[in-house]
């Protein structure tokens, strides 16, 4: 896995100034909890795959600031007493999460960080910036991993990537389902299968195509796959590729396939396909690339394509169309008292107090479709509210209830166990497989229910009263 060292600095200014100031009122060792989680799930989808957990841990254990950052924030005029504390800080709070992998839904708290005020305000913008651009490139991995069926995904984003980020969109998108990366660096950081063809250019250097494959072909008999489309895919690309791959078969080699980079895919991928089996070459695999997305691959799946890999890039590492998961770090309890957030907007005020949410398991062992939120400590909920319409309920007592919520970090301290990226990519397979299909199509699915037991929701509305008079 991926170890970062980020400095203290890799933050918002406010995030400092307000730790100032509480160092300066003397509130430096006053307590506070908040909770990470999101409103509105993207791509107008059903679900959201939690990713980033472990990026975040390790930051927490290593987070400090160094020489440099308290000579630069000197220069923003920091009080001196307060730089001399920067200088030993550290994270020493706890944290609780749902598992990576965890298949989430909005208003339900995801994470929850304790500690003093400090620490806990200090990382919310590093927590935000991992956890909120990782789970948005896993959820959207995911839903194509949805419509590929046996086809396998590879992820070939990191030149549309934004900056450094497609390092994280590599580790996600395997989350979420892809199986190998064009990303040498990611590759190597989190031991995957590294995937790539050829360019273009490379034919273009050559004076003809046949020549370009047959060189490609020495220098790399056991991982062989041509670019067919520069010149012409059937008239030229595939019986070029179909002569150097017999080529290859004499020599001992074979070839592994093609990819195909434009046109029509469907019926490209079907002819080229024929032409392989015709001539006895059943296992060149093909491959396709070209501005791919969930609604693309299950378009050339609908008309039968025969493409045994999908090569995606920008649609998968930025998120498109939906640029960010709306992730947010609200304040729940502060010296020991809950808090809340009030909006004109109900749906936005926030719920107070230390919090544990329930998922609902049915007979069958699958998803039931709700969550329930409820003060740590309470007893099993029978019933569940909904959290912003009056009078609307759901009875839980008949269902097994799944606590998501479990301690990862004591006093600064990782405590649950390192998991290996293809095991926290199981973990979502195998969590998404118990989410009923209804709430994973595309089109219009069905809401999962959110609820609050009826403990919380009164604490929520008695303060939410008391700051209303």
Do not use: W
């Amino acid at each position: 896995m991926l170890s970062f060292a980020i400095s203290g600095t890799y933050t918002d200014l406010y995030e400092i100034t307000m730790a100032e100031t509480y160092f300066l009122e003397g509130r430096k060792d006053d307590t506070a909890c908040f909770d990470y989680f999101f409103r509105k799930i993207p791509y107008k989808g059903g679900y959201v795959v939690f990713a980033g957990l472990q990026d975040v841990l390790n930051i927490l254990s290593d987070l400090h600031f160094t020489d440099e950052d308290i000579a630069f924030l000197k220069g923003l005029k920091f009080n001196t007493s307060f730089l001399e504390y920067l200088k030993h800080f550290r994270f020493r709070g706890n944290v609780y999460a749902c598992q990576e992998g965890e298949i989430v839904f909005p208003n339900a708290p995801v994470l929850r960080v304790e500690g003093t005020i400090i620490e806990a305000q200090m990382v919310e913008t590093l927590l935000l910036n991992i956890l909120n651009f990782e789970s948005l490139i896993a959820t959207k991995a995911s839903r194509m991993k949805l419509v590929a069926g046996n086809s396998l995904l590879s992820d070939f984003g990191l030149r549309r990537a934004q900056g450094m980020g497609g390092i994280l969109a590599t580790k996600a998108a395997v989350i979420g389902g892809f199986d190998s990366t064009s990303n040498v660096y990611g590759a190597r950081l989190y031991d995957l299968p590294a995937a790539g063809t050829m360019a273009h250019s490379f034919i273009e250097s050559y004076d003809n195509e046949l020549d370009a494959f047959r060189a490609f072909a020495r220098c790399r008999p056991d991982d062989c796959i041509f670019l067919a489309d520069t010149y012409d895919t059937l008239k030229s690309g595939v019986p070029n590729a179909i002569i150097v791959a017999k080529e290859m078969e004499k020599a001992g080699h074979r070839a592994k396939g093609i990819r195909l980079d434009s046109g029509d895919l469907a019926y490209l991928s079907k002819a080229a396909r024929k032409m392989f089996d015709e001539a006895g070459l059943p296992y060149m695999k093909i491959a396709a690339s070209n501005q791919l997305d969930e609604f693309v691959i299950k378009s050339l799946q609908d008309q039968g394509a025969v493409i045994d890999i999908f090569g995606v890039g920008t649609r998968l590492v930025t998120g498109q169309p939906d640029a960010a998961l709306d992730g947010v770090y609200k304040l729940s309890m502060a010296s020991g008292k809950p808090r809340l957030k009030l909006s004109e907007t109900f749906e936005k005020t926030t719920l107070p107090g230390i919090k544990q949410v329930s998922r609902m398991i049915d007979e069958n062992g699958l998803f039931f479709g709700a969550d329930a939120i409820a003060l740590k400590g309470e007893q099993k909920t029978t019933i569940m509210y909904h959290p912003f319409e009056p009078g609307k309920s759901l009875p839980i007592e008949t269902f097994v209830h799944q606590p998501l919520l479990r301690q990862v970090m004591q006093q600064g301290k990782i405590i649950a166990t390192q998991l290996s990226l293809k095991e926290i990519a199981n973990y979502a397979r195998e969590r998404l497989s118990l989410l009923p299909q209804e709430f994973k199509r595309f089109e219009n699915p069905h809401v999962y229910k959110v609820g609050l037991s009826k403990k919380l929701l009164e604490l929520r509305d008695d303060i939410r009263t008391h700051y209303k008079k």
